[in-house]
């Protein structure tokens, strides 16, 4: 959409790989990189599906170059990340970290989906070549892409997911990774994936090779890269599985609190799960 000198980019996307509780989204945003961003990140409809797209359930205004004003009352800062469920809508000002659209869709799914008795999960989760899926629980950057992500095994999703009575279905079309330190010996499908169309943040680059030095933490430890998730060549699409066979949680724990593999009870894994015990990492949310 263009009018006179400004631009407006429009992405009509869905969230749910399951098609019973999938929810249709538009983001309306002022950057293209955040409208790259988010064609990544979301389910990238067919054309007949854009054809027939209709209402969205869900809009997002992304004016993140645009500071709110901190004159305001109650207002202490230029930047705003707002969701209004009642209008279904999320209005972001003053900041253009794209990870708060992914989030505050997410927040939207954790209200959402509850409702219809599906659980929404910050996980990750594969599936073995026999059917056995395994979710990992963890907070940012303790693993759940990097676990997920395991080319003897088919990638679901690795980060947001849905629990339901028919199994698990992956919330997003895309994937974002942490990448400092990110080698293609260590990680060699994400290194891989990391290719035209995706989206590098917070890295460090040569201007004039621009070759990425992904040891460089200058800027934030929180680097990541957003690609859709066909990148990945074990990927399962559509990306829904069967009930879980294996919980995983992923405690990263540095202090010694923890063995370095416990296997748990009913209770003791709800308890973890709530405690959410982890060591300190750099990261964006709990479970």
């Known amino acids: 959409m263009k009018n006179h000198d400004v631009q407006v980019f429009v992405n009509d996307q869905f969230l749910n790989w399951d098609p019973q509780n999938r929810v249709k989204v538009r983001i309306v945003s002022a950057r293209a990189y955040h409208s790259l961003f988010m064609h990544n990140m979301c389910i990238r409809p067919t054309p007949e599906e854009l054809e027939n797209f209709g209402t969205p359930d869900f809009t997002i205004y992304n004016a993140g170059q645009f500071p709110c004003n901190r004159y ?51 996980s990750g ?4 070549k026999d059917g056995d899926v395994a979710l990992f629980f963890g907070l940012s950057g303790t693993g759940k892409t990097t676990l997920s992500t395991d080319h003897n095994r088919y990638l679901i999703g690795d980060d947001e997911h849905c629990w339901g009575d028919n199994g698990v279905s992956n919330i997003e079309g895309g994937c974002y990774a942490k990448c400092i330190d990110l080698s293609r010996e260590k990680e060699p499908d994400i290194w891989n994936a990391i290719k035209f169309g995706a989206v590098l943040e917070n890295v460090v680059f040569d201007e004039h090779t621009r070759e990425v030095d992904y040891s460089d933490k200058s800027v934030t430890e929180n680097t990541r890269a957003a690609y ?26 540095a202090f010694g609190v923890l063995p370095p593999v416990s296997k748990l009870n009913l209770a003791q894994t709800m308890y973890h799960f709530i405690s959410g015990y982890t060591a300190l990492v750099c990261a964006m949310s709990l479970f």
């Open 125 to 128: 989760c594969n599936m073995g």
């Open 72 to 122: 305001t009352h109650y207002m202490t800062s230029s930047t705003s990340i707002d969701l209004n469920l009642a209008r279904r809508e999320m209005v972001i000002l003053g900041t253009q970290y794209a990870g708060e659209m992914k989030k505050g869709l997410f927040s939207v799914m954790h209200y959402l989906m509850p409702k219809r008795q599906i659980l929404s999960l910050h």
């Open 228 to 253: 859709p998730i066909e990148y990945i060549p074990n990927a399962k699409i559509p990306c829904v599985g069967p009930h879980p066979k294996n919980v995983i949680l992923l405690a990263c724990d």
